[in-house]
């Protein structure tokens, strides 16, 4: 769609590893809880992996920590060749909320990672950019609107333009679309396999649906809790793109009831 | 041929449209504007017929005629620039100086107790404690500390004024969800640009809501001020006025010191609007 946007953030060829967990570890000192327990986990340039589990599995921790929120107990947390010691620009993130601020407007908004990075003149600079990727995202024409004004859907769609802007190395998505209604939301699944398809991004998806998880996902990690640790990784060799309609074919069918028999064996422990 | 019975009609001439006329409560019905109206004249009445019927002493309750005749007298001498417009715009200054000062003070303070946990810890408990005193008795004090003056009276209004905006400003920066919070974080945000481009923001319709109380706070203050410390304002007239039994001045008088009042809570209220463009209220106001 567009060559200049499409660029390779990393530098990386497509297959490569470019975050690797070794080993991880965490225990909440407060409790100790063993939240995760020896995860290992390498995601490929270009994948998309989502992570599944009952609650309390780890899953979030898992993906704090990939996030630089926190630090883990052990092992070792290496993005592009570089330790993971804290939040970091090449780290992009979306949450289930859209959090949109309403005193800015949509492309303000956008440019919000940027100003706070780099300031506002940068955040200036920025703002082309930030029009291509509301165009992306099939928000032409919002730019200049207050986020009172964007429904769920489109709120959701300009947080994915902000979680972009600073050309991150590795998309960190938890649960970005669960407050949607269930027709938004598998519109916002095809939207969001189109766009790193496009990007060429490497995604990590914290989910509760194992639908959703089949449908977008190459590498699924099923994760089992108390203490949390990964059950399995399962490989989902749908051909891409992946369509609504594969929902309904018996492959399909097959690897949700594969994953869904998985965690009712978690949930027995 | 088999019989179904359809949700057809077989004749459609014989079913009417079923429109039907939804009850509305009458008030509902009644504009606010009129409803205002009614209320006003049911009072006024009400006065009139008390006083008329000569249920009160027209020392203690003056006719609504006396008391408009006198407001007009206060109008007059207040539009020439008499001494009563040297006395209002004395209690003014002091609203203003109060109400500045509160903010300041309240709005600093609220930013200690509410971003940091010293100030929670260690500030909030003492602000807590002196704001469930009766602050109107600290006035004798203020007068012993800063005389008869003016600024005996703005200490008090400020005083009173301080603490809805700390506790409005402290609860604003606790207003930014976990997500909001989260997000900052990841981009590496400062705890300065946290607390500037993202909780302040958030939390200012609370600000306001204690700038608001604030507002109403600063002008009793002043009032009580020059109650107990003297002085040449407002409230020097009234205490003058009803210590000569001059019932309808001391109404007159309260009255256009609300419209002060009215004034200034109009203002925050219209500075809140252009500064919080994005937040709906939800209280009452206003025609629907």
């Not at chain 2, 008795?137 to 003016?150: C, D, E, K, N, R």
């Not at chain 2, 001045?249 to 002060?260: A, E, G, N, P």
Request: glycine share 8%.
């Amino acid at each position: 769609m567009n060559a200049e946007l499409a660029t390779d953030y990393s530098g990386a060829p497509v297959g490569a590893p470019i975050y690797e967990l070794t080993n991880v570890s965490k225990t909440y000192a407060r409790n100790l809880v063993v939240a995760l327990e020896k995860v290992d986990l390498t995601l490929k340039k270009g994948s998309f992996t989502s992570v599944i589990g009952s609650s309390g599995c780890g899953k979030s921790t898992l993906l704090k920590v990939m996030a630089g929120l926190i630090p883990p107990t052990q092992g070792r947390v290496v993005l592009q060749g570089k330790p993971v010691t804290g939040p970091r620009r090449d780290i992009g993130m979306m949450f289930q909320q859209a959090t949109l601020f309403p005193w800015k407007t949509a492309v303000e908004n956008i440019v919000l990672p940027i100003e706070i990075r780099d300031g506002k003149a940068a955040a200036k600079k920025a703002m082309d950019k930030a029009h291509e990727l509301l165009d992306i995202v099939g928000l032409k024409g919002f730019e200049n609107v207050y986020p009172n004004e964007l429904s769920g859907g489109m709120a959701q769609r300009a947080s994915i333009c902000r979680m972009l802007i600073t050309e991150p190395a590795v998309l960190l998505l938890d649960e970005p679309f669960s407050a949607l209604d269930e027709l938004s939301r598998d519109m916002m699944n095809m939207e969001l396999q189109r766009i790193c398809m496009e990007q060429n991004a490497t995604a990590f998806l914290v989910t509760h649906s194992i639908q959703e998880a089949v449908i977008l996902s190459d590498d699924i990690v099923v994760m089992k809790p108390r203490p949390g640790r990964i059950a399995e990784i399962v490989k989902v060799d749908l051909p891409r793109p992946r369509t609504l309609d594969m929902m309904t074919t018996p492959k399909f069918g097959e690897i949700v009831d594969h994953i869904r028999g998985m965690l009712d064996k978690g949930e027995d422990m | 041929m088999t019989e179904f019975q359809t949700n057809q009609p077989a004749d459609v001439e014989t079913v009417q449209d079923t429109v039907w006329v939804q009850e509305i409560a009458f008030i509902d019905s009644v504009p606010r504007s009129i409803a205002m109206t009614f209320v006003f004249v049911m009072f006024i009445g009400t006065w009139q017929l008390v006083t008329s019927f000569g249920l009160v002493s027209p020392i203690i309750l003056p006719t609504p005629l006396e008391t408009l005749n006198d407001m007009i007298f206060v109008g007059k001498n207040l539009l020439t620039g008499g001494y009563m417009l040297t006395s209002l715009w004395i209690t003014i200054k002091e609203v203003i100086y109060g109400f500045a000062l509160a903010i300041a003070i309240g709005f600093s303070l609220g930013v200690l107790v509410g971003e940091t946990a010293f100030g929670e810890k260690a500030v909030m408990p003492y602000l807590v404690a002196i704001d469930t005193m009766p602050k109107v008795a600290f006035a004798p004090l203020f007068v012993a500390w800063l005389g008869f003056g003016i600024e005996s009276k703005v200490a008090l209004a400020a005083f009173i004024a301080t603490f809805p905006i700390v506790v409005g400003t402290a609860a604003g920066l606790h207003a930014a969800d976990e997500n909001a919070r989260m997000l900052f974080k990841t981009m590496g945000a400062s705890r300065m640009q946290t607390l500037i481009k993202m909780k302040l923001p958030t939390g200012l319709p609370q600000i306001f809501t204690g700038v608001k109380i604030g507002a109403v706070g600063v002008m009793a203050g002043a009032i009580t001020g020059e109650f107990l410390g003297g002085g040449k304002g407002f409230g020097e007239l009234i205490r003058v006025a009803a210590s000569q039994l001059n019932t309808p001045r001391v109404f007159s008088l309260i009255l256009y010191l609300s419209l002060v009042g009215l004034a200034l809570y109009l203002l925050v209220q219209w500075t809140q609007r252009k500064v919080v463009f994005w937040h709906k209220e939800r209280v009452g106001a206003g025609e629907h």
